[in-house]
């Protein structure tokens, strides 16, 4: 299991909605959350492989930073 964290600019709980449905849907995620009260914006991903690419590319399509931290 691959646990995978990003700092974003995802703001508001209506683009974690959209983001959700994409995120629910694919394969190699077991489970995902958002921390919007941090001040990066948090999204944390636990996957059963290294994604990191696919996550970056989902959120910059939407028009969203999404940049990979240090675990």
């Known amino acids: ?3 995978l964290i990003f700092r974003t600019n995802v703001n508001c709980q209506n683009i974690v909605s959209q983001l959700g ?3 629910n849907k694919h394969w190699a995620i077991s489970g995902w959350n958002f921390d919007l009260e941090d001040c990066d914006k948090i999204l944390r991903i636990e996957a059963s492989s290294k994604i990191s690419e696919e996550i970056i590319k989902i959120l910059k399509d939407r ?3 999404c940049e990979e931290l240090p675990y």
């Open 1 to 3: 299991m691959e646990v």
């Open 21 to 23: 449905l994409l995120l």
């Open 63 to 65: 028009g969203l930073n």
